[in-house]
C-alpha cells in the first residue's frame, strides 16, 4: 500500500514570498490533516478535513494561510506571504476517519526554509 | 487544556530498558499515544493507550498510565540501535479529534 505522499521535500524562500504544498493521502482515507512542526517542538494542528470538508481549522493562520481539499482526496496548503517564523515541517496525514482509534499515517514532510 | 509536556534527551545503552516520560493536564477522557520519528521521517504510531486502561504491552513495548498524576510512560525492553529517534506522547479527547503533542523526547542509544 503506497504511504502518504507529499511534495517538494525541500523549499527555500525569501520572506515575503508565497509557496505551496501538495499532499495526496492513502487511497481511501477520508480524514487529512495538516501540521506545522518547528525545530524542536511537537507538531501541531492546522487543519484537518472530513472527505472535502474542514472540521477544524482553529489554529491555521488565516490571514496568511489557507488549505483546500478539492474532490476530497489532494490537498495543498498555501502561505502567501511567508514570514521567518513560518521555517518549519509541515506534515501531511491521514486516516480511513476520523475516530479517536484510528491510525493517522504521516507523509515524510515537506521542510520549508524562509531566508 | 491540552498541555502535554515531555523532558527532551536520553541515553541507553544498547541491550538495556529505555523509558521515556510525559505528564499531561487534560483529565477528561481520552487516548493517548506514542509516535516515533526518525530522520527525515514522518511520524510512525507505536502504541496508544485508553484512558480506562493502566498498562498496555506490546512486544518489546510497555505503557503505563498513572490517571492520578496524568503520567505515561513508555519502556522500551532490550533497546537497539534502530530505537534511536525522537519519541512524541500525544493526547486527544472526546468532542476534540485534535492530537496535542509533546516537544519530544530524543532517544540515543549507544553500541
Known amino acids: 500500500e503506497a504511504g502518504v505522499a507529499q511534495s517538494p521535500r525541500y523549499k527555500i524562500i525569501e520572506k515575503r514570498q508565497s509557496v505551496a504544498f501538495w499532499c495526496n493521502p492513502i487511497s481511501g482515507h477520508a480524514t487529512l490533516y495538516w501540521y506545522q512542526q518547528i525545530l524542536g517542538q511537537g507538531p501541531k494542528l492546522l487543519i484537518q478535513?472530513?472527505?472535502?470538508?474542514?472540521?477544524?481549522d482553529s489554529q491555521l493562520p488565516k490571514d496568511r494561510f489557507s488549505a483546500e481539499r478539492l474532490k476530497g482526496v489532494d490537498s495543498t496548503l498555501k502561505i502567501q506571504p511567508a514570514k521567518l517564523e513560518d521555517s518549519a515541517v509541515y506534515l501531511c496525514?491521514?486516516?480511513?476517519?476520523?475516530?479517536?482509534?484510528?491510525?493517522?499515517?504521516f507523509g515524510q514532510g515537506t521542510r520549508l526554509t524562509v531566508v | 487544556g491540552e498541555d502535554v509536556e515531555q523532558s527532551l534527551f536520553l541515553s541507553v545503552r544498547e541491550g538495556d530498558s529505555s523509558v521515556i516520560n510525559c505528564t499531561y493536564t487534560d483529565s477528561s477522557s481520552t487516548y493517548l499515544y506514542w509516535y516515533k520519528q526518525e530522520p527525515g521521517a514522518g511520524l510512525q504510531l507505536l502504541t496508544y493507550?485508553?484512558?480506562?486502561?493502566d498498562m498496555k504491552q506490546d512486544q518489546r513495548l510497555t505503557v503505563l498510565l498513572n490517571k492520578k498524576d496524568k503520567h505515561l510512560s513508555l519502556r522500551i525492553a532490550d533497546t537497539q540501535t534502530g530505537d534511536s529517534a525522537i519519541y512524541f506522547c500525544?493526547?486527544?479527547?472526546?468532542?476534540?479529534?485534535?492530537?496535542?503533542f509533546g516537544k519530544g523526547n530524543q532517544v540515543v542509544v549507544i553500541p
Open positions: 496525514a491521514s486516516s480511513l476517519s476520523d475516530s479517536m482509534n484510528t491510525e493517522a499515517f
Open positions: 500525544a493526547q486527544r479527547r472526546y468532542g476534540n479529534n485534535r492530537l496535542a
Open positions: 478535513f472530513q472527505n472535502n470538508g474542514v472540521v477544524d
Open positions: 493507550i485508553f484512558s480506562n486502561m
